[in-house]
């Protein structure tokens, strides 16, 4: 794709005249967080619903979320403030759903409840912060651009963010691994494979014990493993939670994965002309949960458990019978649809099987948690 042909385009373009060719990861990045010009930097109505989440299905995700921070809350001893802090919030659609059934449902719970909604986009942002006007004003929500540098008890948690961080591309040739950058030929965005940009990049992979097959692409995913680490130092006590698409190790570079598992989406379509509409496409890699689990020990975090969102979210809401998924007045018509979102929720062909739930702990000893417990 031509480079100047978004405003991003341009830019990136300009820059690898200027400096030579970039890292993936750095393409990604701006492609993505450009402050002016990235995909998630600008307002919801803007990106063309290329997506959605587990939130956009049904309130029973948020709604069974809260039941197991809760449940965190217990296992930290009902601590006075339980701080739960959603990274990649967005718009606040999933903290809006966890604030409301908490407190309508839980209020033992929220009233130690402190939410932190992150969101590093200005508009989104600014979108969730009037989403959550009522909760914000009431002293039990706040929106931020950044991580909190100390969380005493509590959870951090995310939904599809860590597929969203930059990562590193790489190939196998010659039995060793090369990156690829991005450069241009001609007026156009194209690979250049070089050396390896820095050193932690084998150490990623050789930490896994993970060799790739020769001519194998993949991804080394330090931004999440980044991210991960900086979680667990920030927190005191409590949980880091994370859902997202992706395998261990094993799996995720077995020979099934030869070209990798980075994709491009564009209006509802996914590709992998990843420099095609830089700025007005979602790019995302698989999550490596192998590698979150030691980037986690890094930040002081033993792994609880990993599961899928089906066992997650029918082991969270069996004890009720599932009446979470129901509101007051609803007609049959009404519970019907709800019951249908459950089912996209839990589908093993769907977002059931594909998602994961890791769950790692700090400062406890290893927990008995409901979601990750086997049906």
Known sequence: ?????????????????????????????????????????????????????????????????ARQLAEMWVALGRPGEFTAVECGAGAGSLAEHILDFAARGLPEFFASLRYVAVEQSPARGAACQARLARHVGGGRAAVRAQLPERVAAGCIFSNELLDALPVHRVVCEGGELREVYVTLDGARFADHPGPLSTAGISDYFAEQGITLRQGQHAEAGLAAADWVAQAGRAL????????????????????????????AYHRHRAGEDWYAHPGEQDLTAHVNFTALGLAGARGGLGRTGLTTQTNFLLALGRDNDFADLFDEGMSEAERVRARQGLKSLIDPEGMGETFRVLIQHKGEDTPRLTGLQPL
């Open 236 to 263: 005191g006590r409590g949980f880091v939670l994370t859902i997202d698409y992706g395998h261990e190790a094993r799996e995720l570079y077995d020979e099934r994965h030869m070209r990798g598992t980075l994709l």
């Open 1 to 65: 794709m031509a480079a100047g042909h978004t405003a991003l385009g341009e830019l990136l373009g300009g820059r690898i005249r200027e400096g030579g060719p970039l890292t993936f990861a750095e393409y990604m990045g701006e492609s993505l967080y450009h402050p002016e010009h990235g995909y998630y930097s600008r307002a919801e109505a803007k990106r063309f619903a290329d997506y959605y989440t587990s939130v956009d299905v049904h309130p029973v995700f948020g709604r069974l979320l």
